[in-house]
């Protein structure tokens, strides 16, 4: 079974607005990842959060982890065409390599 | 290559042959991984290689499926006798040590089977 999930299953917003998804996972972590996939091809690695830290920013991205719900979300701020496609969290229990990915929030931003 | 290299992009074949599918990671990376993903699903794991330590084969769906990793390096996933539902894009993906962080993904093999 995916050891992450992502809600909602697809977000449609204009451009500029913000977006917001949301994963949750199953088992005790070291990290948690999100990475980006467009056109159903290669996925590309986009922030990794570490289960002791709580807020991380990178560029427009900023994620969250609350390890006590087993949670994080993934906020994209001033959103862009470019930003459509999809997200996925990613999680490995801790002390194991088995990357396991949800199915993915399928974002289109609309110009 | 500076990136994860995959071949072929895409490959149609006909139910009951095999097939062959190469990854060829970033240099020095020592981590290897095969995932499978179906249409609109997410990614599912198949086989994981670390140095020279014995793959995790966990993952493949059936003794149809194998894999091997030569010399620390390219990779070859194996499908025997395949089967319409093993229709899928296939991803390869390489990452530094043993943490699974920060997997440099391919572009995928896109496989039909018909």
């Known amino acids: 079974s995916q050891q992450g999930e992502e809600d909602p299953q697809a977000l449609s917003i204009q451009e500029g607005e913000n977006a917001t998804m949301n994963c949750s996972y199953k088992?005790?972590?070291?990290?948690l990842q999100w990475y980006r996939q467009n056109s159903g091809r290669g996925l590309v690695h986009l922030i990794l959060?570490?289960?002791?830290?709580r807020e991380k920013h990178s560029g427009r991205l900023r994620v969250t982890l609350d390890t006590s719900k087993k949670s994080s979300s993934l906020l994209i701020t001033a959103s862009r065409a470019a930003d459509t496609a999809s997200y996925f969290c990613?999680?490995?229990?801790?002390?194991?390599?088995?990357?396991?990915f949800g199915a993915g929030t399928t974002v289109t931003v609309r110009a | 290559g500076a990136g994860v290299s995959q071949s072929p992009s895409n490959k149609v074949t006909e139910k009951g042959k095999d097939v062959e599918l190469r990854c060829d990671p970033i240099s020095g990376h020592t981590a290897l991984y095969w995932y499978r993903q179906s249409l609109g699903q997410g990614l599912e794991f198949l086989i994981y290689?670390?140095?020279?330590?014995?793959?995790?084969k966990s993952g493949l769906p059936s003794d149809r499926f194998s894999a091997e990793r030569t010399g620390g390096s390219v990779s070859t996933l194996t499908i025997q006798r395949t089967q319409q539902e093993d229709s899928a894009v296939y991803l390869c993906?390489?990452?530094?040590?043993?943490?699974?962080?920060?997997?440099?993904f391919g572009s995928g093999t896109q496989l039909s089977v018909l």
């Open positions: 290689f670390q140095g020279n330590s014995a793959p995790d």
């Open positions: 990613a999680t490995a229990p801790s002390n194991d390599y088995k990357l396991s």
């Open positions: 993906a390489s990452s530094l040590g043993n943490r699974a962080e920060k997997l440099f």
């Open positions: 088992t005790s972590i070291n990290n």
């Open positions: 959060i570490r289960s002791n830290e």
